[in-house]
C-alpha cells in the first residue's frame, strides 16, 4: 500500500523560507507524476507545482519562489518555499500518481504571519 507523509511545515515570516518534505512509502517504483498541492481556508485546493515524467508545472503564483524537486533513490519529494506571502498560508499535500491511482498525504500546515 502506497502511503505519502508530508513533513517540514509551521509558522513562519513573510520574506522567509521554508522546505517541505514528502516521503513515497510502501514502493520502490516512480511515481509517473506527483506534486504539490495546497488548500487555503474556504477555498480550494489548488497546484502549487508538480512534475508529469520529466516536465515541471508551477502554479502562477508561485512561480519564481518555490522550487519542486526529487530524489528518485529515496522516493522523496521537496518543495522549496523561498519569499512566502501571507497567502501561501494553508495546508500543503503530496500526491503521487502510480497508473490509474493516485494517493494523498495528510497534509502539513504552513502559515505565513509576522
Known amino acids: 500500500q502506497v502511503h505519502l507523509v508530508e513533513s517540514g511545515g509551521g509558522l513562519v515570516q513573510p520574506g522567509q523560507s521554508l522546505r517541505l518534505s514528502c516521503a513515497i512509502t510502501g514502493t520502490s517504483a516512480s511515481p509517473d507524476a506527483t506534486g504539490w498541492y495546497r488548500q487555503a481556508p474556504g477555498k480550494e485546493r489548488e497546484l502549487v507545482a508538480r512534475?508529469?515524467?520529466?516536465?515541471?508545472m508551477y502554479g502562477d503564483s508561485v512561480k519564481g519562489r518555490f522550487t519542486i524537486s526529487r530524489d528518485f533513490s529515496k522516493n522523496m519529494v521537496y518543495l522549496q518555499m523561498n519569499s512566502v506571502k501571507s497567502e501561501d498560508t494553508g495546508v500543503y499535500y503530496c500526491?503521487?500518481?502510480?497508473?490509474?491511482?493516485?494517493?494523498w498525504g495528510q497534509g502539513t500546515q504552513v502559515t505565513v504571519s509576522s
Open positions: 512534475y508529469a515524467g520529466a516536465i515541471i
Open positions: 500526491n503521487a500518481i502510480y497508473g490509474p491511482s493516485t494517493y
